[in-house]
């Protein structure tokens, strides 16, 4: 064994030399690069996310509490490292002169906010300003909606209980002002010390106390185990993760798109490592029957090709490593500035699986052919043409594929992306092998009528046969790809940019009495505001399902028993909105009032466990409505459109129970108009997300380029494989082209053959190329990604361009040398 | 003693036709260090004899015995292990491996066979046939004439018992063919290597001391020589 094990290193340094391994090296190394660049920074990312997703909690984790927390909390919280910040809030009546309205009251103390900032003006509604710091003793921060409606100026003086508190600035943003509608009341910020000398304290009840945490993501999540095991159910625990379905759906889907890059890639890369492995092993064929006849046994093959491939894994996955951590930085200096923290450490995970992927790869891909080595007969060093006995690919190449699509897994964590990228791949290849055969069969039909170079071309695609399936099958992937990057990706890009276009609304009105709706309505197109689209808008809280009291099925999360416990938003809706796509179930057509129907977003059903058919109870103002469950929803919450976990069918609700909301884009001049507004309807309620958006936007915005950078990745793999498709008949073209040489077949006219071949296959490819990626294009696009898709034709002129001008070219050229090198020397070295 | 034998080796082909016979009922014994040739025109079967002989492949029917050992009872690795103790091969196209120099290519067998001073020997064996200069050199960068002769060299430097050549002077002008039969002649003379012969050269068959001609497979006749 040591014998094999030397022999094998000083092979693998002499192939490496020669450039043997070249391309089987290449592909191992493009794929472990990209999946590790794109694992290391989806990890990192994600946990950047998480400190960003922060801003909307003004903290890492929140702690909601009716009473005063344990001091050992935050004992807990100093022994650990993190920050800790109090909030208390409760709802008041505010008074200013006559005028008294109720307002949400937020006493904070100087750490408050913990992550993102607040921002203050001068003038309600007016230009605003980032500042540190919190209101002074004895000053106040009032929410424009408040001085509006009390029609305070700044400097005035707002009564709260006993307190008199002078209006220094106008608060025009806090991290956690949030999206959840549940602060309706306006707001006034205060200095925690002046609430604790108050008496409004001790009216109790209503009195909620937060503690704010922040800190490193280890600590926060240790301290929040922590917590969560001593917490008692009425003091609610919210993490960063959970806080904005907007930032959590836009980088949900940009990493998708990533991993989807990265996913496409390996894949690609292993069709391009299985290929290289068997040009690799018929190249050796000759030296293994050369090392039999001079004595070497099967084991020693055997060991000197495992021993080898095991090298090549090795290097591969160390250089595609380092590779991808190189590739890890350029992609976080692409996405600089995205996030206010830097980016935390990379783990370690990902250059493990990138190892495993090297191994499993070289396994399932490379190892059968080189197997089969050993199966060398050794007579071949007397008669060239004896080759081993036929693999059976199936079998191995299954199980290789299944163990690459497990190891998938287990990095993207998303069954559905690696279901449609395995089957996306194997689809197409199954398809363009077909039509591969169709195609060759005809070429050997066809080629009697064109001129010598082509005759000559297209007969050796049609006498190559199996050889020439495989390679257009090779030529038709990559190509697919391409033409994927190249025309679909700007499409999906943009498409998904379009989702937030500049005028996205940026303002919630919610409250509006029916009775406003239609003034409401006139008022903001009077002021050059798109008509609003008023969606009416229910308070109701989920009692029993299938007769079962909610108190005995509390979901064990907290988002789950946030679901159970409080008050939803809903509303109903006779078509399904825009943003939103059915996962289950069917759209209701014209249903029927008296059998109440329900529709629910995907998470309210995974927190809830609840299934097609379930019968919900709600409390509806005092009134109860059971609706059965009809279908389920998955909805994009990142549109900034008014969306509801639940949707009631028409005629379920009473059309004037309730109230309507909508969502508008205002833009900086017409923003002072929500001044008016809130004075002429005194009911309804603004909801200011411009910042939020603003945020979002940012993130899709440099995602958008972090893909493009990935798929550069995916690009190379692409043409990984065409050059391993090129490769593949090189020799037997070195041997054809002496013999036609000697035969005395002009250089030029040998070349032209070739160069016909090469053109036909691409040509071949390209159509069926064309035809996959518009499928494939559409796939991911409306399945994946929820995006519109339209067919666009050029795809077809780029794939019979790029099928041509590519593979044909690239072909030729890769071939030139074979066909230059004089025929006395080709036939000898064979 | 008698080095190899071949007794009733057949050897028979399947194919679209029906079963093809290629060598048919070939029988004969070689003595230790004996020169033989076999002849024959193209595709008479001589390739597919000789590499039954040297245990590269197994007869349809018949048995070969090298050095005593019927080789018929010895699977593949047994027949691997005979051969590199006791046989070497020199090819029509030489078989040099290209990504080896010329030293690397001559130490090939002895490092398979785990000898201990193989670098000594193989840098004897190259100086024998004249070639220690050029011992960094490739493959490529080698005369046909010099890459058969290191060739020649690789085969005899584990001093085998056997040495058969295939057309050893096919792709070889006739001078350089020459010095390349003068070097096998001077092996067998001075180490008693076995020499079998596959030629379709009467001058290389001429100095053999027996020449077997194949005739469509049959051993038509055989001629001990004066030699
Ligand atoms: N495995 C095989 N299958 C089919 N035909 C074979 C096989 N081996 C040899 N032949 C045929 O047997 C004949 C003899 O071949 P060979 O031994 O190479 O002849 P020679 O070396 O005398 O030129 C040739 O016609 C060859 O095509
Ligand atoms: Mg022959």
């Not at chain 1, 960003?52 to 929140?62: I, P, T």
């Not at chain 1, 109860?624 to 005629?651: C, E, M, Q, Y």
């Not at chain 1, 990745?713 to 692409?718: D, E, K, S, V």
Request: one cysteine or more; a positive charge.
């Amino acid at each position: 064994m040591k014998k094999a094990l030397r022999f094998a290193l000083v092979a693998f340094v002499r192939d490496v030399k020669s450039g043997e391994l070249a391309v089987l090296f290449g592909a191992l190394v493009i794929a472990v690069a990209a999946l590790t660049a794109v694992g290391f920074f989806t990890s990192r990312i994600s946990q950047a996310i998480r400190a960003q997703a922060g801003e909307v909690l003004a903290a890492d984790l929140r702690l909601d509490s009716g009473r005063i927390p344990a001091p050992g909390y935050e004992a807990e919280a100093h022994a650990r490292g993190l920050a800790v910040a109090h909030l208390i809030s409760f709802p008041s009546v505010v008074y200013a002169g006559d005028a008294s309205q109720l307002a949400t009251v937020l006493g904070v103390d100087g750490a408050y906010p913990l992550r993102g900032q607040l921002k203050i003006a001068a003038v309600p509604y007016g230009p605003a300003h980032p500042v540190t710091g919190i209101p002074a003793p004895g000053e106040a921060w009032a929410d424009s909606r408040l001085l509006a409606r009390l029609a305070l100026p700044v400097g005035g003086l707002l009564r709260l209980g006993a307190l008199e508190l002078r209006v220094a600035a106008v608060l025009d943003y806090r991290p956690d002002q949030g999206m959840g509608f549940a602060d309706l009341a306006p707001t006034v910020l205060v200095n925690a010390a002046d609430l604790e000398r108050s008496v409004l304290l001790g009216s109790g009840s209503r009195v909620t106390r937060s503690l704010l945490y922040a800190g490193s993501t280890e600590a926060v999540d240790a301290y929040a185990a922590w917590l969560r095991a001593r917490k008692s159910a009425a003091e609610r625990l919210t993490d960063a993760s959970e806080s904005s379905e907007q930032m959590k759906s836009a980088t949900e889907r940009s990493g998708r798109f990533l991993n989807l890059a990265a996913l496409v890639t390996v894949l690609l890369a292993a069709v391009a490592v299985a290929m290289a492995a068997r040009r690799y092993a018929s190249r050796r064929l000759d030296l293994v029957a050369l090392l039999k006849s001079l004595g070497a046994s099967q084991r020693f093959v055997l060991g000197t090709t495992v021993a080898e491939l095991a090298l090549v894994a090795l290097c591969g996955a160390l250089a595609g490593t380092a590779l991808g951590l190189l590739a890890e930085s350029g992609l976080a200096w692409l996405v600089r500035g995205l996030f206010k923290t830097s980016l935390p450490p990379p783990s370690l995970l990902p250059a493990w699986l990138g190892l495993g992927t090297a191994a499993t790869m070289l396994a399932g891909f490379a190892l059968p052919p080189l197997l089969q080595l050993r199966r060398v007969p050794p007579a071949r060093v007397l008669r060239h043409d004896l080759e081993p006995p036929p693999l059976r690919w199936g079998a191995p190449y299954l199980a290789a594929a299944a163990a690459l699509s497990a190891l998938l897994y287990v990095l993207v964590g998303d069954p559905r992306l690696v279901g449609y990228a395995v089957g996306g791949l194997a689809g197409s290849a199954l398809v363009l092998g077909m039509a591969g055969v169709a195609l060759v069969r005809v070429t050997a039909a066809v080629r009697g009528g064109a001129g010598a170079a082509w005759r000559y071309g297209l007969a050796n695609v049609a006498r190559r046969g199996r050889e020439s399936v495989v390679q257009i099958v090779a030529f038709g992937l990559s190509l697919t790809v391409l033409l994927l990057l190249a025309l679909v990706r700007n499409d999906l890009i943009d498409e998904w940019q379009r989702s937030l276009p500049p005028g996205a609304p940026n303002h919630f009105l919610i409250n509006i009495p029916p009775s406003d709706a239609r003034p409401l309505a006139e008022f903001l197109t009077a002021r050059g505001v798109a008509p609003p689209v008023l969606a009416p808008w229910v308070r109701a809280r989920l009692v029993s399902v299938n007769g079962q009291p909610m108190q005995g099925r509390m979901p064990k999360t907290d988002r789950g028993r946030a679901f159970a416990e409080r008050e939803q938003n809903l509303s109903w809706s006779e078509a399904l909105p825009p943003d939103n796509r059915l996962v289950e179930g069917a759209w209701w057509q014209h249903p029927d009032p008296a059998q109440p129907l329900v529709s629910v977003a995907s998470e309210f059903q995974d927190e809830l466990g609840l299934k097609i058919g379930d019968r919900l109870s709600f409390d509806v103002a005092g009134e109860s409505i059971t609706a059965t469950v009809a279908n389920v929803r998955k909805v994009r919450w990142d549109g900034f459109r008014p969306n509801f976990f639940l949707l009631f069918a028409p005629g379920v609700l009473d059309a004037s129970t309730g109230t309507f909301m909508t969502s508008v884009h205002l833009d900086d001049a017409q923003r002072p108009a929500l001044a008016e507004l809130v004075r002429r309807f005194p009911s309804v309620t603004v909801i200011d997300v411009a910042a939020l958006l603003g945020e979002v936007r940012r993130i899709m915005d440099r995602a958008a380029i972090a893909v493009e950078y990935v798929f550069g990745f995916t690009l190379t793999a692409g043409l990984a494989v065409l050059f391993a498709a090129i490769q593949s008949t090189r020799d037997e073209r070195r041997y054809e082209s002496a013999i036609l040489r000697t035969l005395g077949a002009s250089r030029r006219t040998v070349l032209y053959g070739v160069a016909a071949e090469f053109t036909a296959l691409g040509l071949l490819a390209g159509v069926l190329a064309a035809s996959a990626a518009s499928v494939i294009g559409w796939l991911v696009a409306t399945r994946l990604f929820g995006l519109h898709y339209s067919f666009d034709a050029t795809v077809w002129l780029g794939g019979l361009l790029a099928g041509a001008l590519i593979v044909g070219v690239a072909g030729t050229v890769a071939t030139r040398r074979v066909v230059r090198s004089s025929p006395m020397r080709s036939l000898r070295d064979v | 003693m008698q080095v190899l034998e071949s007794r009733h080796v057949t050897k028979e082909v399947s194919s679209p036709e029906g079963t093809l016979t290629i060598v048919a009922d070939v029988s004969f014994a070689v003595e230790r260090g004996q020169s033989i040739a076999i002849i024959g025109p193209s595709g008479s079967g001589k390739s597919t004899l000789l590499a039954m002989l040297a245990g590269l492949d197994l007869p349809s029917r018949g048995t070969v015995l090298l050095n005593g050992t019927e080789l018929t009872s010895l699977d593949e690795d047994g027949r691997a292990r005979l051969r590199a103790g006791h046989v070497g091969f020199v090819f029509q196209s030489f078989h040099l491996v290209p990504s080896l120099t010329a030293l690397e290519n001559v130490l090939l067998p002895l490092e398979l066979g785990g000898v201990a001073d193989a670098q000594v020997r193989a840098r004897e064996a190259l100086a024998r046939v004249g070639l220690d200069a050029r011992r960094r050199h490739y493959p490529r960068q080698l005369s046909g004439g010099e890459q058969q002769r290191v060739a020649i060299a690789r085969a005899f430097v584990t001093r085998p018992d056997l040495l058969f050549a295939d057309e050893p002077t096919g792709n070889l002008d006739s001078v350089t063919g020459a010095r390349v039969v003068e070097l096998l002649f001077e092996f067998n003379r001075e180490l008693g290597t076995t020499l079998v012969l596959v030629t379709h050269e009467q001058s290389l068959a001429k100095r053999c001391q027996r020449v077997l001609t194949l005739d469509a497979g049959r051993l038509s006749s055989d001629v001990v020589g004066d030699a």
